[in-house]
């Protein structure tokens, strides 16, 4: 009856437990909420393992975390009351907090709040693994007696095996409640939840109706004690529990099938007993008994064989031992029974031959020991032996080197060295004084042989006997500047012919011929090797006698490139134009001084001509082009365009090369160039890659072939996202976007197939604040309502669809991206020339003319001057 009470005791503690989680979640929503939970407990640590995957919409997942809010805000939250951890799995495992991480419900609110999806695949065998290992570990704040209850809320069927280690889950204590919603697997749930499953186990239809999961168990676990109004026909016993009640039996009966009704148990025929040998049966109860030889012990269960040894008459030497019915002799370890079966002999443990030592073999009790013979000792094996080193005993006194003999030692020397007579000193062998060292200077004795050495001012030759003079020249620093002379044990300097020896004894002055006053030269004397020559003053050539000098005339040489006449003076020449002609900057060329009546210029619109130029201009509401020649039509035709391209996995790899070549079909209608269009390009899926910036490339060709090199890269749809790093980054000068002020249109144009799984909303509005113009093109399964919200006003005329990926070409046709509104109404902006900024922007190209040819007239009156001045220096 005790163990009974107490087994029920327990069931009614878990169930409790239990009732405190189930009573809080139906409390959530579906009824008004109290000021106190409607289940109170004791202290129980919940951990909900939620899915946090690609198929959980952004709206779900803001419905599961208010489930999840709303239950902490029924709960009893507290380091010693109940405590709360969140684990978020997809394809992998995040551990949002951990039990012992927040003591408050604020805490773990902000918490579930900051939770990121992670979006990509469905591991719910790995969440499960990871609370059992990690989430419900004392590391983590799980504790010993408490109820471990999990809470596993899914969308799908598990991409891993689940029943295994559920199984293992609830083997190590842990109460599983598997909710699944809309497409969840009910095999999978049952696999995953503790029985009974009608209890533990929850299917709903959207996650809107996940907290109605608890409403049917409230009652069961909250109610009222049934028995107090009746016992409901239970013969022994009524028992109640949440919401319900049941008949119990009293001790030694067992419950019939009526449920109501007991019988007596026969304890001894079902086995449950706890007799070591025989079990005698009685009603309700039982006794036990021993078989013969052996003796009931005080418990009233177990048995004892009698001991025949304890009657003192087994003469036996060393120790009895009793056996059923009687006894025999055990001698103690390390002793054998002699043949009388009483008395022992001690074992020689050295007869059995496999004592392996070396010398010795000596038995002792149980075991045996080596020893060695004279004048060795035993190894650490305690088996072989080695000699004695009387050498390591530190008294030889050899200066070399002693070696050990058997019972002794004597010293020896190094090799090139003698032992002494005191048989302990060594002396260093002098193979100088055997007389055959050949040495022609000086023989030195040195270990183990002798070498040869020189006089001072000598060193020995390759023969290492014979010796030379050094020649100290070839040492390289004797810093003579033409020759250098060895003598012994020094140098001398000597200069080379023509030149003379100066007082630092080391460098060298030509001899100057000039100076001695004998040269008859004209304007110059130069010096030379053994001489001199005559040379002219700069502007002048010498003369056949070498001696007198004429001056030059430059224009001569036929090479002036004077388009007109050339004039010679000093050191050069001038040119002059005819009349009606200009002379030009470079002081060479004339140029009529309208050039547009006598060039080719090529202007589209009018040519006009500047002092020694001319430019192209064009009318009002038309720009000049890159050639300087054409007129284009709009000056907004030139963006900073930036496209956001799908590399979700839902694209695939060949439709993902058709995006591509999509991209290259509306690049190819651009007029890229540094000064024009700029194009950058961003690819995205669960992460945003910049594939290359606005700044980055400045052709056609080098963006088309950056474009199909980008690699694809699968994974989730994070439009959101990648609108966040296009305002954020994509549009900075750092990245190749033009100032602000330079009113350089920016285009953003964002390429989809499917739903985002992040919000978008945000990130598009602030897009189009931040002055980008938004194009959207969605193909397949795109979101035409985020397509829309994406797109820039008129919507129609930047939003585009297909069903399929192969018509994303014909889209490309016909997107616009010329922001230019004339353009794209087919009209040209025609300025009134009277209006305020017209005649504003007229009188600042006037004056900008006006102080360039302003310039251009001063440099040619000073290029006038220094003509001027030549000539009058020539007469």
């Known amino acids: 009856m005790a163990r009974l009470g107490l087994c029920r005791r327990n069931m009614t503690r878990v169930l409790v437990y239990v009732g405190v989680l189930i009573a809080i979640i139906a409390a959530t929503e579906a009824r008004p909420k109290s000021a106190e939970p409607k289940c109170k407990s004791g202290p129980v640590d919940l951990v909900f393992i939620i899915d946090g995957s690609r198929s959980v919409r952004p709206h779900e997942f803001e419905t599961m975390r208010k489930f999840m809010i709303d239950i902490i805000h029924e709960m009893d939250i507290g380091l010693e009351a109940t405590r709360v951890g969140v684990v978020q799995y997809s394809s992998q495992v995040q551990n949002v907090f951990s039990l012992k991480a927040f003591s408050k419900p604020a805490q773990m609110v902000k918490a579930i709040n900051e939770i990121i999806p992670l979006a990509q695949g469905t591991m719910t065998g790995l969440a499960i693994r990871y609370a059992m290992n990690v989430a419900f570990s004392a590391e983590e704040g799980a504790r010993p007696n408490v109820p471990h209850v999990a809470v596993i809320v899914t969308d799908g069927r598990p ?412 050191n050069g020449f001038y040119c002059r134009c005819n009349e009606g002609y200009t002379l030009q900057e470079n002081g060479k060329t004339c140029l009529s001084d309208n050039l547009c009546n006598t060039v080719e210029h090529g202007c589209e619109h009018q040519c006009v001509s500047t002092p020694g130029s001319y430019h ?61 269009t700029r194009v950058g390009l961003v690819q995205y899926s669960s992460r945003v890659r910049t594939e290359f910036t606005l700044g980055m490339y400045q052709t056609k060709e080098e963006i088309k072939k950056a474009v199909m090199n980008v690699e694809y890269m699968e994974k989730g749809t994070m439009t959101g996202l990648a609108l966040k790093h296009m305002v954020e980054n994509s549009f900075t000068e750092a990245e190749g976007a033009r100032p602000a002020g330079k009113n350089i249109p920016r285009v953003g144009l964002v390429f989809t197939d499917g739903r985002s799984q992040d919000d978008i909303q945000e990130w598009a509005k602030k897009a189009k604040e931040a002055g980008i113009t938004m194009y959207a093109v969605g193909v397949g399964k795109a979101v035409e309502d985020e397509l829309r919200e994406i797109a820039s006003e008129p919507v129609e005329k930047h939003f585009f669809y297909s069903a399929d990926f192969t018509a994303i070409s014909q889209i490309a046709e016909n997107l616009k991206l010329n922001v230019c509104a004339a353009e794209s109404q087919g009209e040209i902006e025609v300025k009134n020339p009277c209006a305020c900024e017209s005649l504003v922007e007229f009188q600042q190209v006037t004056m900008s003319t006006l102080d360039q040819l302003t310039q251009k007239l001063s440099a040619m009156t000073k290029r006038l001057e220094v003509l001027e001045n030549q000539l009058l220096t020539r007469k």
Do not use: W
């Open 159 to 570: 991409q891993d095996r689940v029943a295994e280690v559920a199984a293992a889950a609830r083997e190590s204590g842990i109460e599983i409640y598997a909710i699944g919603v809309a497409r969840a697997d009910m095999t999978s749930l049952r696999a995953m939840a503790s029985p009974p499953f009608e209890d533990h186990v929850f299917l709903v239809e959207s996650f809107d109706l996940i907290h109605q999961f608890g409403l049917q168990f409230q009652d069961k676990l909250c109610g009222m004690d049934l028995c107090l109004e009746s016992d409901h026909g239970c013969e022994h016993i009524c028992e109640s529990s949440p919401g319900s009640y049941h008949c119990l039996c009293l001790p030694g009966y067992t419950l019939n099938e009526d449920g109501k009704t007991c019988t007596p148990i026969d304890l001894c025929a079902e086995g449950k007993h706890d007799c070591q040998q025989i079990c005698i049966a009685s009603p309700g109860s039982f006794t036990c008994d021993c078989n013969t030889g052996y003796t009931l012990n005080d418990d009233k269960r177990t048995c004892t064989m009698i001991d025949y040894c304890s009657f003192g008459n087994d003469s036996c030497e060393h120790q009895c031992a009793s056996v059923l019915n009687g006894f025999n002799c055990r001698c103690q370890e390390g002793y054998s029974l002699n043949d009388d079966l009483k008395t022992c002999t001690m074992i020689d443990y050295c007869s059995f031959g496999n004592d392996s030592c070396e010398h010795e073999c000596v038995s002792v009790l149980q075991s045996f020991y080596c020893q060695c013979r004279e004048g060795y000792t035993l190894n650490e094996d305690e088996t072989t032996c080695t000699m004695i080193d009387y050498c390591s005993f530190g008294n030889d006194s050899c200066e070399h080197e002693c070696v050990s003999v058997l019972n002794g030692f004597h010293c020896h020397c190094n090799d090139g060295y003698s032992l002494n007579d005191d048989m302990k000193t060594c002396a260093m062998i002098d193979y100088c004084s055997f007389g055959n060292d050949s040495c022609e200077h000086e023989c030195v004795s040195v270990l183990k042989g002798f070498h040869c050495r020189c006089n001072d001012g000598y060193s020995l030759n390759d023969d290492k006997k014979t010796c030379t003079m050094i020649d100290y020249c070839s040492f390289g620093n004797d810093s003579c500047e033409h020759e250098c002379v060895s003598v012994l044990k020094g140098f001398h300097c000597i200069c080379n012919d023509g030149y003379s020896l100066n007082d630092d004894k080391k460098t060298c002055t030509m001899i100057d011929y000039c100076s001695f006053g004998n040269d008859s030269c004209e304007h110059e004397c130069v010096s030379v090797l053994k001489g001199f020559h005559c040379i002219c003053n700069d502007g002048y050539s010498l003369n056949d006698d070498k001696k007198t000098c004429t001056m030059i005339d430059y224009c001569s040489f036929g090479n002036h490139s004077c388009d007109h006449h050339c004039g010679g003076v000093l």
């Open 616 to 676: 192209c201009i064009c009318p009002e509401g038309h720009e000049l082009q890159d050639d300087g020649k054409t007129c284009g039509s709009c000056r907004s035709s030139n963006i900073d365009l930036v496209l956001l391209i799908d590399g979700s996995k839902s694209v695939r790899p060949q439709n993902f090369e058709l995006v591509k070549q999509f991209v290259n079909q509306v690049v190819d209608q651009l007029d890229v160039s540094p000064k024009g």
